[in-house]
């Protein structure tokens, strides 16, 4: 074989996904890219913060030497203390700069993290629907996804956490805000999966780690509060990005943070920095981490995401959708009227709407819409989606 | 274990490593920065051309929309055409952006080619010395590093590498101008190595790939000329950054090339890209990638590096140490006078100079200077080091 085993898997697995996307392509080269409604893509439309432009217009004047130079793999002090502060503030446990790790987006920061504490066939718990890369993150390091069921409303089912519990458990990875279900989790579910995890963790000898994907927290709705993963539980890390917050996701920059009460967390933050030199990153980018001390209050408006998802929702439910409504993030995931969800989307590919099948994330008999697109675009899709639904 | 038993196991075999890297930061708490003379580092002194920030200002002023976004997981189109346009001009094949993925740096660039190509247990040839990183970058993937001799003035030596072949041999990782030696691989040299390979892949019965790590190709000496791999042997993968001609390792901008002619190649392409991706890397810095194409003719002056050069080889030269004189990169890798690479190592670091023993590159009874200081630090040490070596 040319290429690895696993990556020609991977490959063929993926046909599918490709082929979507390419007849996307092709919808677009014949109708007119504005004439298609691609929804399929987590890619925010709103553009970063002004400030943002701002703060790299001073920086590329600043004359000091080594600004572009390596700094210590885990990143700029400067940078590394100013996200301790901020979380801080926002955290019952105080941070200091010897808690995060700058890294390479948040798939740079959660690839780090379990490089440093799965072994070989270690199971991490992660709750469906998922985002889809978690299952590669997992492999990557030769550990082995755990997929458990959520409830109906996609709040977490600690009795189907409970029983995926094994010998062999050393992390549960969610992600709050959500993607694919804009499900938030409650202060109480989380106070609930902490002691389970804190049981648990006293019954097998060793700490199951709670590892929280974070990308979204800024992007909420009505008001809800996203509860601290590190108030509820001692043994966490929190894996994040300024990629939709600061609408920044080609630039590759994010962090790890780890309770400051973790136990070992020396040696764990030392693995940390060390994974993150030997997976290849190095560390995170030295321009962008030098400006995001001067971005962590700021953020794109949330309110336009807001109004697209209400757009977005009133439209689908007035023709018969059945979904959660989103408290956070910016994908909808209505379920298909029909079992067969791949069936369904290509339906909405023949009116020229792009969604990815909920299979793609461990959730058959749904289908995601990423509503991080332009009002237009929403107002053009929803006679498509209404005209879809009919037919069912 | 908090940490997994291959990060502990990697953490403690490098608790030396930190142990020097502590104690130089001690002395220079206790003698002043200026006092000590540090050469343990690759991290180039000199700043990125002029035209860097010039680039760069033009960029953060264009207000076209989506310029930080996500794009296509191999980089932005004209990035990779103009890679590959910069690449027709020193080659032979003719190279399209079908044949460029962007990376982060070229860390990033190697994890994607081995782990597009390795299955578990696949061997990878990697001549001694060499980089550090490689034994790490080919563990990542569950490859297996098979270290073979160069000859006594650090070529090639296809005896050895003939000998290493075995039915598991997947790859070649070859690195010219070399880190930590100096030396170019010579055009009869690669022309040489490139029969062996065919014979072998022949007889195995698929390739066996030539990865080349080239982040050095413009740092050379005394019009010496790096020859083209792509030229030698169509089953090649250069990997490279823009880290040291531009000194901007600390952006993570690199790319991975195949060779236009390479079998399979639009597989191996494919899967690349899935393996930027899934490793958590997604893209390659956004800013960066559209800096790049303004910046492929440009280079930070390497007479400078050349003027250290020989400052450091006729200093040490004088004092007695042998070394092969580099051809390329910014390191010099004398023989230590002792068997006993890390003694020595430490005896220099008695005399405030930090340097790096040979063991640590698979070169015991050596030790690495990395020239990429300032000419102060260099003329400061020399008397260091004539002490030093008297004492032996």
Not at 68 to 95: E, I, S
Not at 114 to 130: A, C, F, H, W
Not at 311 to 329: N, V
Not at 339 to 346: I, L, P, S
């Amino acid at each position: 074989m040319p290429v690895s085993r696993k990556i020609l898997g991977s490959i063929e697995r993926s046909s599918w996904i490709r082929k979507m996307f390419e007849e996307g392509n092709e919808r677009k080269a014949k109708y007119g890219a504005e004439n298609v409604f691609d929804f399929s893509l987590g890619n925010p439309n709103l553009e970063p913060p002004v400030r943002f432009n701002q703060v790299l217009d001073e920086l590329i004047h600043d004359k000091t030497k080594g600004l572009h130079a390596y700094m210590p793999n885990a990143g700029f002090v400067q940078t590394r203390q100013a996200v301790a502060d901020y979380l801080t503030r926002f955290n019952a446990p105080k941070f200091s700069a010897d808690e995060i790790v700058m890294t390479v987006g948040a798939g740079g920061a959660l690839n780090v993290v379990l490089k440093t504490v799965l072994d070989p066939g270690d199971e991490v718990i992660i709750p469906r629907p998922y985002f889809v890369e978690y299952n590669y993150y997992i492999d990557n390091h030769q550990g082995v996804p755990r997929v458990v069921d959520t409830k109906a409303d996609f709040s977490l089912d600690l009795d189907a956490i409970a029983s995926a519990v094994t010998e062999n458990t050393r992390a549960i990875l969610i992600n709050s805000p959500n993607n694919p279900t804009g499900r938030v989790y409650r202060k109480k579910g989380m106070e609930e999966l902490a002691d389970l995890l804190s049981d648990y963790s006293k019954t097998l000898g060793h700490p199951i780690y709670l590892i929280s994907d974070e990308p979204y927290r800024k992007i909420i709705y009505d008001d809800i509060v996203v509860p601290s993963v590190f108030d509820a539980y001692k043994e966490s890390f929190v894996v994040t990005s300024f990629s939709k917050d600061l609408s920044l996701p080609g630039e590759r920059i994010g962090y790890a943070a780890t309770c400051p009460e973790m136990s070992d967390r020396k040696l764990i933050v030392e693995g940390m920095i060390l994974c993150n030199r030997i997976l290849g990153y190095v560390n995170a980018p030295a321009l962008m981490q030098r400006a995001i001390p001067h971005l962590l209050e700021e953020s794109v408006d949330v309110s336009l995401y807001q109004k697209k998802r209400d757009m977005l929702c009133e439209g689908l439910a007035s023709f018969g959708y059945q979904f959660i409504r989103p408290e956070g993030a910016f994908y909808l995931f209505p379920k298909t009227p029909i079992e067969d969800d791949v069936a369904f989307v290509n339906a909405l590919q023949a009116e020229n709407i792009l969604t990815v099948p909920g299979s793609g994330f461990g959730g058959p008999g749904h289908f995601r819409i990423a509503f991080c697109v332009s009002d237009e675009r929403i107002k053009g899709a929803l006679p498509g989606f209404e005209r879809v639904m009919k037919k069912y």
